[in-house]
């Protein structure tokens, strides 16, 4: 193995600290990492009378009769939800539901990038694992499935 020079040793350190230094001026330029945007067309004002009232009711009525009818009049399909308390995030530990935020929507980012899913990041202020079983059951007709994301050891088997 080649050693490296003083010289190569700070070039190193500096390329690893620039990932950092970039996410600290990045993440608030973009006020976070992903928006919501309407994927249906949206010629006029007209058009609204389709998406939302009074035509929005006819598909209402179809879910009502099935809800799995949802997965179809809905993004329901293509869409999932990262959720986590922030107990247990990447190398950080307990950082707390704010603090792991950042974390959520990179998760949120891949997601979208890699797999055409979108999905919603969610981080709840609680620790009771019951709690949390209880959001993510409320949580579920909105979703087409839950990425359940850094939740501290032993309380994830339980929740998982």
């Not at 099935?66 to 179809?72: E, G, I, K, P, Y």
């Not at 949390?132 to 007709?141: S, V």
Request: hydrophobic fraction near 40%.
């Amino acid at each position: 193995m080649k050693k490296l020079t003083p010289a190569e040793i700070e070039q190193l350190v500096a390329k690893a600290k620039k990932p950092a230094e970039d996410a600290l001026k990045l993440h608030p330029f973009y006020r976070g990492k992903y928006q919501v945007v309407p994927k249906c067309a949206i010629r006029n004002f007209d058009d609204f009378a389709i998406w939302y009232t009074p035509g929005v009711a006819a598909p209402c009525k179809e879910i009502q009769k099935d809800v799995n009818l949802s997965f179809l009049h809905t993004n329901r399909a293509n869409t999932i939800c990262v959720l986590t308390d922030g107990t247990r995030v990447l190398g950080l530990g307990d950082i707390g539901p704010e603090a792991s935020m950042p974390v959520m929507e990179g998760k949120a980012l891949l997601f979208k990038y890699l797999g055409g899913v979108d999905a919603v990041p969610i981080a709840l202020r609680t620790k009771d694992p019951d709690e949390f079983i209880r959001t993510a059951k409320l949580l579920e007709p909105s979703f087409g499935g839950f990425n359940l994301e850094d939740i501290a050891q032993p309380k994830c088997f339980r929740i998982l």
